[in-house]
Each structure stands twice: as structure tokens, then as C-alpha cells.
């Protein structure tokens, strides 16, 4: 099945940025990349539409649970509580008040 989408000049930016980073410069990369990021975000709205589980073996899962400890330990190393742009007074708690943000923003992504 074929379709055809009018991204805009910034998203292809984005999308040659994301090639490029991921050394997949062939000539259907923008397609093959493009596909791709459209697979995890219909994934990921589904799940958030039909409030399902993640599964624990999903790569995608994994990778954002790495993604969440890696941020705390760097946070938790180089924490400036002056700098902090939520308030927070340490690491842990700066990850703490964005994901309550994040899921305020997702509640009410899922209420329009």
C-alpha cells in the first residue's frame, strides 16, 4: 500500500539528521527510516489509546528504561540545583517532577 505525506522542509531535515547519525545513508533511507518512526508512533498510540500493558520484551521498552537510568546516573553526577529548570533541589527528584510533567502532557494529548 502507498501513501503520500507532505512533511514539510524541517521534518526531512530532521529525518537526513537521523540518517546520517545512524549511518544508513542509501538511497531509500529517507522511506525505510521514515516507516520505521511511523511503526513505533502507531505503536506507541495504540498502547496509549487502548491503555495496554508494554510488553517487558519490546526493544523500544528496553531501550527507554536504559535511557531513564543512564539520565539519572549523569543527573545525579552533575545535578546544579540553581540551574534546574523544574525547581527541583536534586537529581532524583528532577526525574521525578518530568515524569509527572510528561504524564500531565500525555493525559492531555489523550483528552483532545
Known amino acids: 500500500m502507498e501513501i503520500t505525506l507532505d512533511i514539510g522542509e524541517d521534518m526531512v531535515n530532521k529525518l537526513d539528521s537521523i540518517i546520517k547519525l545512524m549511518d ?15 511503526r ?14 508494554v510488553e517487558k520484551s ?17 543527573l545525579a553526577s ?5 540551574k534546574s529548570r523544574v525547581g527541583a533541589y536534586d537529581a532524583e527528584s528532577a526525574v521525578h517532577i518530568t515524569n509527572q510533567l510528561v504524564r500531565k502532557m500525555l493525559d492531555g494529548a489523550n483528552k483532545s
Open 24 to 38: 544508513k545513508e542509501t538511497p531509500d533511507a529517507r522511506t525505510v527510516t521514515a516507516i520505521e518512526m511511523m
Open 40 to 53: 513505533i508512533g502507531i505503536k506507541f498510540t495504540l498502547m496509549n489509546l487502548t491503555e495496554s500493558s
Open 58 to 74: 519490546d526493544p523500544v521498552y528496553e531501550t527507554v528504561l536504559h535511557n531513564n537510568e543512564l539520565l539519572m546516573e549523569i
Open 78 to 82: 552533575t545535578f546544579i540545583r540553581d
